[in-house]
């Protein structure tokens, strides 16, 4: 019964983009190891899976991924997600309720560069790799590892998987960002440039005293997210 469930079975696995939906449905809000997202359960549900059918689902709204649990002891910062860092894929329509259940998000311990892309997102909103790069002039590889800094942290995601897809590649399987002409080239290369538009995963006024900046986190009760019992009663429908 279990095999038949989860669609591990090979007469039950989903085909397609709806078949992604469809299993993401049965594991909305559940993390997992990063890197075993694509390879150990989305390719082991789903006949024939194509990356590009999760980044349709995400750039199309109804999927979101994220960091939920934020870690608890942030004091050694973690510059880069590691495969085994646990990301969650949840119906779009969840994220404010997964939001509201997971344990509240303390005062951010990050590196220069990822306070101030953080600061970016919380006075702009959602912005492409490309106008990340702008105010500082910082380097692409910098605005890169700021990224992955936010992302391991709990704080930031993008609209599609791409994002973090790219973030996993080991250093040496990167393509420099110097070299255009390659990615031109070789569509199938994942890079921060192509997830889209990052933004901030968790609602700005619940991000507490975020350094250099007096305004944020100055009303966290009243953010716009349900609160707990608001959340689990959603659940509770399903």
């Known amino acids: ?67 939920l649990t934020q870690p608890q002891n942030s004091h050694g910062r973690m510059l880069a997600p590691i495969r085994s860092s646990p990301i969650a894929l949840f119906l779009r329509e969840h994220t404010a309720d997964w939001l509201a259940l997971a344990p509240p998000p303390g005062a951010p311990e990050l590196s220069p560069d990822a306070t101030h892309i953080l600061q970016m997102f919380a006075q702009r909103g959602a912005l492409f790799f490309g106008e990340l790069l702008k105010p500082r002039s910082l380097l692409p590889s910098r605005v890169e590892q700021a990224l992955a800094e936010l992302v391991t942290q709990g704080w930031v995601t993008a609209d599609s998987f791409e ?10 399987k990167r393509v420099p960002f110097a070299d255009s002409a390659r990615r031109r080239r070789h569509k199938a290369v994942s890079s921060v440039e192509f997830a889209g538009r990052w933004s901030l995963l968790r609602d700005p006024n619940t991000v507490p005293a975020l350094p250099g900046d007096a305004h944020a986190g100055h009303d966290a009760h009243s953010a716009a997210g349900p609160g707990r019992d608001e959340a689990v009663e959603t659940f509770a429908r399903v």
């Open 1 to 67: 019964f279990l095999l038949s469930w989860q669609r591990v079975a090979l007469e039950d696995r989903a085909e397609g983009p709806e078949g992604v939906l469809a299993v993401l449905e049965t594991l909305d809000g559940l993390e997992l190891a990063a890197g075993a997202w694509e390879p150990e359960v989305l390719a082991r549900r789903v006949k024939d899976y194509e990356p590009r059918w999760l980044d349709q689902l995400c750039f199309t709204g109804r999927i979101g991924w994220g960091r």
């Open 163 to 172: 994002g973090l897809r790219a973030l996993l590649l080991p250093q040496e």
